[in-house]
Nanobody
Framework: QIELAESGGGLVRLGDSLRLSCEAS????????LAWFRQAPGKEREFVID????????YNDVTTKGRFTLSRDTAKTTMYLQMIALEPEDTGTYTC??????????WGQGTEVTVSS
């Protein structure tokens, strides 16, 4: 079992930056990667970014537009999603997920991001 807890969401303005955190606990070593998804109001959840422990990351280029990067702490239990140049279209619930054997089996509760214009 892997538990995930997101934090760092909030209300920001157009062009601001924000850093989200995803703290993993439990059998973290079972995970091949941690990822972020987001769901805008009234829309389907979409993939944002996935990073394996060795640093290999997959980005949703359409969503991130080169503005989002992922990093992790040295203990590899917390991953950070750094977002810059935020736009109102980035508003939504950002949820962290753990990938195990090519499936996202574990999910956090999500953190809300609102970008005002």
């Amino acid at each position: 079992q892997i538990e995930l807890a997101e934090s760092g969401g909030g209300l920001v303005r157009l062009g601001d930056s924000l850093r989200l955190s995803c703290e993993a606990s439990g059998r973290v070593s079972d995970a091949d990667a941690l990822a972020w998804f987001r769901q805008a109001p009234g829309k389907e959840r979409e993939f944002v970014i996935d990073c394996e422990w060795d640093g290999i990351c997959t980005y949703n280029d359409v969503t991130t537009k080169g503005r989002f990067t992922l990093s992790r702490d040295t203990a590899k239990t917390t991953m950070y999603l750094q977002m810059i140049a935020l736009e109102p279209e980035d508003t939504g619930t950002y949820t962290c997920a753990a990938r195990v054997h090519d499936r996202y089996n574990y999910w956090g509760q999500g953190t809300e991001v609102t970008v005002s214009s």
